[in-house]
């Protein structure tokens, strides 16, 4: 029996990513059988071998409906930061492409939706989304750091 599974599925048990990640978990459980939710991915060291397994696995599990809601989700998420910011969608386009508040709305659309970073910059209109996905990794091991 072929089972195609989303790869975000995948991600947001790797992820833990909420609020997605207990029906995630549950699925891939399901599918696993054996391992429990997350057992069988624990060995999985990377997101670029957990995408490799997703496309061994197959296509897409929930299709557009769910990636649908997802950018429903998403895009009231920026919105709610645009209004609590005080920025229009047209302020938004002018600020700097590295503007901190567009990385940390960057960061909390990664931890929150399924959205890919492809989307992210390009609706916050941070440049590509290889400048954006810099941008996260640098403010995040900052953040470490900066901890220490």
């Known amino acids: ?6 790869i ?23 599918i696993t059988g054996r391992y429990g939710a997350v057992g069988a ?3 999985i060291n990377s997101e670029r071998e957990l ?13 557009t409906e769910r ?6 989700k998403a895009n ?20 700097p492409k590295g503007d901190k508040q567009k990385v940390e709305t960057a960061r909390m659309l ?13 609706r916050l209109h941070m440049g590509s989304w290889t400048y954006g996905a810099n941008l996260l990794h640098q403010d995040h091991h900052h953040n470490v750091n900066s901890e220490d």
């Open 1 to 6: 029996m072929k089972v195609t599974l989303d």
């Open 8 to 30: 975000n599925v995948l991600l947001d048990v790797f992820q833990r990513r909420e609020p997605h990640y207990a029906a995630s978990a549950k699925v891939v459980s399901l």
């Open 41 to 43: 991915w624990g060995m």
């Open 51 to 63: 995408l490799a397994v997703g496309k061994s696995a197959g296509g897409s599990h929930y299709g």
């Open 67 to 72: 990636q649908e809601r997802d950018q429903e």
């Open 76 to 95: 009231r998420l920026v919105n709610e930061e645009l209004r609590r910011l005080d920025w229009t969608e047209k302020e938004l386009e002018q600020h």
């Open 110 to 122: 990664r931890q929150q939706t399924t959205m890919t970073l492809k989307w992210i910059a390009q």
